[in-house]
């Protein structure tokens, strides 16, 4: 092959992608040798998901290329990427619920002796292949997806994610087979936030952020420090310092007290306070699990162990209406599920107004009017596409979110990633809402992840690492380096 | 042994009802025998072969609203046709009507996955189409219908208990689903009914394999429209009771409403149910609006009985 610059058997350059009007990628490349395990990494949002997704062939880059030794493999199925010799091994298991173990191989013309060496070799002999997959653990499903892997023999090994929500002693097994492929000749590209992980296996790290491929360096004691400046870039040296006096945490009983809080495989041990007027940060990578806190906290979800007092009465939320009743309002991530899309702003501003059961019957417009035309203005809101809100933009259908609240006059608002896509304008309006809000007496929980808002609207900050809170950090000390070592479970101590 | 009757738990669970159905029919009706079994037969083939294409696009995640019409058009396409024809010329004929509906229903499939709009208003807005044109082909019962294809359905076998129509609806249904559910394609319809991105990240050709199944539904509804004319001896251009009655019977039948699990057994079972309760209650003489409120409260009762039975075994 004359057009091989080198002897990658994965080689990814200048791969572009753009949804709308968000650049996902820029300009991003991957180079993999044969016997090499290389660590993908980039903090949150770097573009990091759209890169493995392009390399897997489910979604097809706008320009750039990729080739599997030495053949172009841009290709846009999934099915494709695997003749061409790459095989994923996703987050989510890729099996069919409804389909038992063996039908699934069968799906796939993955040999079943090799599938049955692996997953006795990653620690489940005992797996019965007749098991529907919707009945199986989590846990089971990483082993058997990873095990159909390796049995279908892949030049390439693609892994997301792979040991998020794995017990340890599955964690050391898979670790110890994914090194063993490479030491066979095979390649691996291992996307992992778990430096810890990198350090064990990883031959080399390339780092994303903001779209582009901005190092690939070998893997080699005290690299850490260096890749989580790679991961931030110019952004330690340009954040704003917008210093408030610092608060003195009070002493009274906290609005809101989690201890031991524990759901699921990925929150394991969460405990913090929040106090009145305080606006408490939560930094943590994906998947670490404040999506889990966060429900718990709303009622979505219950937890397995630990308690949630609020005003120092324990409490155990059943259904939202419970959490809502408590004082706790959640405005969740995605925007879409907390607004009806097709009615006016003000009618959404005015939903909650509305929920209690003894405003049933005839809508006093007068006062509704009043109060809806007051969180519109605190807001800035833009009306002028008023009548429906989906017309309107990221932000300012995010502005809704959060005014309905003020509207009716909130205790304990839990904020999920509220700034998520939206202009840089609107986000500080938001930070200012939220100050705001502390300012009257509310209490704010405030998950983002962008580190940098945690000095721009935040009091303190718990991280939260693996399911667990490694660290409280104060929003004066709480530049990006500081939060990102951290947040990578790096500088690791127990909360006071 | 044990798995195999958990996990067919409510295909037994209808045959059980069933058998105590046509017992009860006896009682109510002390002469119910043979003839009375094969004119319930022949009177729910039509009813089982459209519930056998549901379930089908069911299981592959889909529903088609436009069987019933396309069921019209095939009746009416082989009443056309074969007014006249001898029974050599019959034959081919025959086979265009069910490639007639295997290319209805590939049209139907295509539509869903090349326009990307969502398949009950895809299939809503062909069930019109498919109705103009079974109009068109002909405005009025009539035609006529070679005289074996009657008699295949017509009468029973050896010791008279099994009827003429059973055989016909097992041998087709096992010809052309038996080897579909033993190969990958099967797996694949599954598939895409369980977990469409899985299914996609596995490898499948999820748009293809949709198309396959609005195809299969398609040939069965043309196999339902032969055996409406097969029944009266003309074509039917108006659709006749079968798409609610279909989808009925699916539900009833344990083919989970968005797809990936059951089989065909139980939708034919439940389609013998529901036509065995409403002979019984024609039987009783009820009064037919009194009838139908019967027959959906029977519905909704064992579905929810079915899952509550679910859940229970969940948990012990």
Redesign the interface.
């Known amino acids: 092959m004359p057009d091989v610059p080198s002897d990658a058997v994965l080689d990814a350059t200048g791969v572009a992608k753009r949804f709308g009007a968000v650049q996902a990628l820029k300009n991003a490349s991957l180079q993999v040798k044969a016997g090499q395990v290389v660590a993908l990494m980039g903090a949150n949002g770097a573009g990091k998901s759209t890169f493995v997704k392009i390399l897997t062939g489910?979604l097809k880059p706008d320009s750039g290329h990729v080739k599997i030794k030495g053949r172009d493999s841009t290709v846009a199925?999934?099915?494709g990427a695997?003749r061409w010799g790459l095989v994923?091994v996703?987050q989510e298991?890729?099996?069919?619920?409804?389909?038992s173990v063996l039908?699934?191989l069968?799906?796939?013309d993955t040999p079943v002796d090799p599938f049955r060496h692996w997953v006795s070799e990653l620690g489940l002999p005992d797996i019965d292949p007749?098991a529907l997959i919707r009945s199986l653990p989590l846990a089971s499903l990483r082993i058997v997806d990873l095990a159909r892997a390796l049995a279908i023999e892949p030049d390439v090994l693609l892994l997301d994610e792979l040991t998020a929500a794995l017990p340890t002693d599955l964690v050391d097994r898979v670790l110890k087979t994914v090194r063993a492929q490479a030491d066979a000749g095979r390649s691996v590209i291992y996307v992992s936030h778990r430096f810890n992980e990198i350090a064990a296996i990883c031959d080399r790290a390339t780092v994303l952020r903001d779209g582009l491929t901005v190092g690939d360096v070998a893997i080699e004691p005290g690299i850490e420090e260096r890749i989580v400046e790679m991961m931030l870039g110019g952004a330690v040296a340009a954040a704003v310092s917008e210093d408030r006096p610092a608060k003195t945490v009070p002493t009274t009983t906290p609005r809101l007290r989690v201890k031991g809080l524990k759901t699921g495989t990925r929150l394991t041990d969460v405990s913090f306070d929040l106090h009145k007027g305080e606006v408490l940060g939560v930094v943590a990578l994906e998947g670490q699990g404040q999506d889990e806190l966060f429900d718990v906290l709303a009622g979505n979800r219950k937890a397995s162990a630990g308690t949630v007092e609020v005003d120092g009465t324990p409490k155990t939320f059943h259904h939202p209406a419970d959490a809502i009743a408590a004082g706790l309002t959640l405005v969740p991530g995605d925007r879409a599920h907390a607004l009806l899309m097709s009615r006016s702003v003000r009618e959404n501003i005015a939903v909650p107004l509305l929920a209690r059961i003894k405003n049933w019957g005839a809508i006093r417009m007068g006062e509704e009017a009043a109060k809806v035309g007051q969180a519109i203005e605190t807001l800035q809101i833009d009306t002028r596409a008023q009548g429906e809100v989906r017309r309107l933009s990221g932000g300012n259908q995010q502005k809704v979110t959060i005014a309905r609240w003020i509207a009716k006059g909130v205790q304990t608002l839990l904020l999920f990633d509220p700034t998520r896509g939206i202009d840089i304008r609107t986000k500080r309006q938001i930070y200012g809402l939220v100050r705001d809000l502390a300012d009257e007496g509310a209490a704010v929980l405030f998950y983002t992840s962008e580190l940098a808002e945690i000095r721009l609207a935040c009091d303190r900050a718990v991280v939260i690492f693996n399911g667990r809170v490694v660290d409280v950090i104060d929003a004066k000390d709480a530049d990006e380096s500081t939060l990102m070592r951290a947040a990578y479970g790096l500088t690791e101590r127990a909360p006071a | 042994m044990t798995r195999w009757i958990e996990a067919n738990s409510w295909t037994l669970g209808l045959a059980v009802l069933l058998a105590a159905l046509l017992l009860m029919t006896k009682l109510i009706q002390p002469d119910f025998g043979a003839s009375g079994l094969e004119s319930l037969a022949r009177a729910a083939l039509p009813f089982a072969l459209a519930t056998v294409g549901m379930a089908i696009v069911v299981i592959a995640g889909g529903i088609d609203l436009s069987i019933a019409a396309m069921m019209a058009v095939a009746s009416v396409t082989g009443a056309v046709l074969m007014d006249g024809a001898t029974d050599a010329q019959s034959i081919p004929i025959v086979i265009g009507v069910l490639l007639l509906g295997l290319a209805m229903g590939a049209i139907n499939g295509t539509l869903i996955v090349v326009t990307r709009v969502p398949d009950i208003v895809v299939t809503l807005a062909m069930l019109f189409v498919w109705q103009g044109v079974a109009l068109l082909i002909l405005n009025a019962p009539g035609g006529g219908i070679a005289p074996w294809l009657r008699g295949l359905i017509t009468g029973s076998f050896g010791p008279d208990w099994l009827p003429r129509a059973i055989v016909f609806l097992a041998v087709v249904t096992a010809v052309i689903w038996l080897p579909i559910r033993r190969s990958k394609l099967g797996l694949r319809l599954y598939a895409i009914g369980s977990d469409p991105l899985a299914a996609f990240r596995s490898g499948v050709p999820v748009g293809q394999t949709r198309i396959v199944a609005y195809a299969l539904c398609g040939l069965f509804a043309a196999l339902g429209g032969l055996s409406v004319s097969m029944g009266t001896g003309i074509g039917e251009p108006i659709p006749g009771p079968y798409l609610l009655a279909s989808v009925a019977a699916v539900v009833l039948g344990g083919v989970v409403l968005g797809g990936g699990r059951g089989g065909l057994l139980g939708p034919i079972l439940a389609v013998l149910i529901l036509r065995t309760v409403r002979m019984d209650l024609t039987l009783l003489s009820v009064d037919p609006n009194v009838a139908a409120i019967i027959e959906g409260s029977i519905m909704v009762a064992v579905v929810m009985f079915g899952a509550v039975l679910a859940t229970r075994g969940r948990h012990a």
């Open positions: 489910v199925n999934p099915a695997r994923p996703y298991p890729s099996l069919i619920p409804d389909l039908d699934n069968r799906l796939g007749e």
